[in-house]
């Protein structure tokens, strides 16, 4: 088995207007209890919900050690050279927070009506690379300039700055075959959500990351295996699983968690957890998530034979 790289553990937060507040207190949660990361997903088309780098800015400024990461920064509405000076100047501010995820694309309803037009995916994956060569070179040329001639996207002369104080992790939310070899050849991570790939094709989606990292001279552990887990901790016992539960979402006990992460880790390689509470008193669960969940994983993966 390919060496898997020590866990991380994060929760995911809506970015609903009706509930800001709510956002704020499960960050402060996340933050009080060392959880690594906090994820806002990016749906600027969406009327209900707040734009979700002004959100993340204000989450960075209220919290102290968790990261914060777009999951994901939807790309054709955000322009790279642009994404590469919102991050570092996050990353400044927050002093070396910001993790990145972008994604190629998907309600391209919603986006052609933000005046971006529809691009095929072949286009969109073309784009997606386009969009990681130009955040690495804004990020890397902070003492000169910046140029790029790419098809979807041109930085002419461009003069970076301020850098990132760290070196932001750049995920993507890729899932056709063309998206997995990109992640492989140039990301230091993937973010996938259990309810649209569920385990049982974990193990088709790190082999084309592996091998197009290993064409690009880069080791498998290079890149960070992310996934979402939309569900509930059960935290009365002898309960039921709730009617309106789908089958995608992760549902059990805190014991049941600490099982089938235990089981993702050690046996689909998957290394960053990130909770997506769906149902229940989900502040409650986050506090589980991150008291209970989080460090008996830690503990049994540390035991784990290699």
Do not use: C
């Not at 020590?6 to 704020?24: E, K, M, R």
């Not at 130009?134 to 140029?147: A, C, I, K, Q």
């Amino acid at each position: 088995m390919t060496d898997t790289l020590p866990p991380l553990f994060g929760i995911n937060i809506h970015p609903g207007a009706d509930s800001v507040q709510d956002a704020f207190e499960r960050a402060a949660v996340a933050d009080r209890t060392g959880l690594d990361l906090i994820g806002v997903q990016d749906h600027p088309y969406n009327r209900s919900m707040l734009d979700t780098w002004t959100l993340l800015s204000a989450l960075a400024a209220r919290t102290e050690r968790v990261h914060v990461l777009t999951n994901v920064a939807n790309l054709p509405l955000r322009p790279p050279a642009m994404l590469a000076k919102q991050a570092a100047s996050l990353d400044v501010i927050s002093g070396g927070r910001v993790e990145l995820g972008i994604g190629a694309g998907a309600y391209w309803q919603g986006i052609e009506a933000y005046g971006v037009p529809t691009r095929s995916p072949g286009e969109a994956a073309s784009a997606f690379e386009e969009a990681l060569h130009v955040l690495r070179g804004m990020w890397d040329n902070t003492t000169g300039s910046f140029t790029y001639q790419g098809k979807f996207y041109q930085v002419n002369g461009a003069r970076p700055g301020p850098g990132p104080v760290h070196p932001i992790r750049l995920w993507t939310g890729a899932l056709g075959p063309r998206m997995l070899r990109i992640t492989g050849r140039l990301a230091d991570g993937l973010l996938i959500s259990r309810p649209y790939v569920p385990p049982e094709r974990l193990p088709d989606f790190n082999a084309r990351i592996d091998d197009s990292a290993i064409e690009a001279g880069r080791a498998p552990t290079d890149i960070r295996r992310g996934y979402n887990l939309m569900g509930m901790i059960e935290l009365r016992p002898d309960t039921r699983r709730p009617a309106g539960l789908s089958e995608g979402n992760l549902y059990g006990t805190v014991n049941d968690w600490i099982e089938e992460l235990v089981h993702y880790y050690r046996d689909y390689r998957q290394d960053t957890f990130l909770f997506w509470p769906v149902a229940g008193d989900e502040l409650r669960q986050i506090e589980v998530f991150a008291q209970e969940v989080a460090p008996a994983v830690r503990e049994a993966v540390a035991l784990a034979p290699r």
